[in-house]
């Protein structure tokens, strides 16, 4: 936990790095999203300052744990269409994304076409099937060129230069998932309580690559379009559970060692729009589990899914020289949060 609150303050004010497609600071250095902008105060050495984050937070779960999100119909709404104009507008790009990262494949994603306020701590929304080639075209690619200086970051801000609602964007707007993984330390040092499992994104994978990331990926379609009575929190939870055995092997661990699968504890931490990907969806979320060591963890991860093939491997040293992905500093400082919820505390503490 030092070395993370440490990182975390190495990376305040950093640039936040820019792919071929996307200028991650653009977003806000260009005055775009001011009136959305994430503001977080944090305890730092020199004191206490405020951060802002490229993200507008939606529903904060560490503030209001009973919130939830009901699904209109509890089923898939319809099949999102990006129109004629705008895929013809966005071929060039898609095809140049497609030479840039041959390996990647289409598949269905949930798209969250709206949102609304219903009560109090109660929201619902409307659900609609994307494909991940809809991502590429709109939030992956949105600083590209369409034609006479036009970008599709440019075509879906509103009048003011905020973000539209979702109901009225022209995104494609998937709903991703991220969570921070934690395990206590068997020896229960007061200022390390935690360890926290952080790596390398792969050039080839994901967005924020060559960047420190934890657990992340998108939500998929269910088979049937139906939710079965789910709200949108608990099936993104299942969703963040997938992606965190596929990329960790920790379900392995679990077989072999007899753990019991209540064990795995998956905490709702926000629901925010990343300001980068123009306000595309995101939840994050705290995992945590029994410990594990450094062995049975190399081993696991290993022989997981996809693990391999989304992260570096590399040893504790090497670590150092990789800064934090944006998603990953903001998990990291609502994962705080609601480890020192119950301090009372106005800021996130990383002076220790």
């Not at 076409?113 to 709109?138: H, M, N, P, W």
């Not at 939030?139 to 509103?158: C, H, K, V, Y």
């Not at 992905?325 to 106005?346: F, G, K, W």
Request: with cysteine; net charge neutral; aromatic share 10%.
């Amino acid at each position: 936990m030092p070395f993370v609150k440490n990182i975390i303050v190495r990376s305040i004010g950093q640039p936040h790095g820019e792919s071929r497609f996307i200028n991650y600071d653009s977003a806000l250095s260009k005055g775009y999203y001011r009136l959305d902008v994430l503001k977080v105060k944090v305890k730092l050495p020199r004191g206490v300052e405020e951060v802002e984050l490229p993200y507008k937070e939606v529903i904060n779960y560490i503030d209001s744990p009973n919130t939830s999100i009901t699904i209109r119909g509890g089923h898939v709404d319809s099949l999102f269409d990006i129109g004629d104009k705008y895929r013809a507008l966005t071929q060039p790009v898609y095809e140049e994304f497609m030479q840039v990262k041959p390996g990647t494949f289409d598949g269905p994603v949930l798209r969250l076409q709206s949102i609304k306020a219903i009560g109090r701590d109660a929201y619902e929304c409307v659900l609609q099937r994307a494909t991940y080639f809809d991502q590429i075209r709109t939030n992956l690619s949105l600083d590209m060129p369409i034609g006479l200086g036009r970008t599709m970051r440019i075509e879906d801000l509103s009048t003011d230069k905020q973000l539209r609602p979702l109901h009225q964007s022209l995104l494609a707007n998937t709903i991703g998932v991220s969570a921070v993984w934690v395990t206590p330390l068997k020896h229960k040092d007061r200022k390390s309580r935690y360890q926290v499992f952080l790596k390398p994104r792969r050039r080839q994978t994901g967005v924020f690559y060559d960047m420190l990331g934890t657990v992340s990926g998108v939500v998929e379609v269910p088979e049937d379009d139906e939710f079965h009575g789910q709200t949108l929190e608990e099936y993104a939870k299942k969703e963040i559970c997938r992606e965190f055995y596929q990329e960790t092997g920790y379900n392995d661990y679990m077989l072999a060692n007899n753990v019991a699968e209540s064990a795995v504890e998956i905490i709702p931490l926000a629901f925010t729009r990343e300001l980068m990907r123009g306000g595309k969806p995101q939840f994050f979320f705290l995992i945590v589990t029994p410990s594990i060591n450094e062995k049975d963890l190399a081993s696991c991860f290993k022989g997981s899914f996809n693990g391999p093939a989304e992260f570096y491997k590399g040893s504790s040293p090497r670590i150092r020289k990789f800064g934090l992905s944006p998603e990953t500093q903001c998990n990291l400082l609502y994962a705080l949060r609601y480890i020192q919820r119950h301090e009372r505390l106005e800021y996130v503490d990383l002076s220790d």
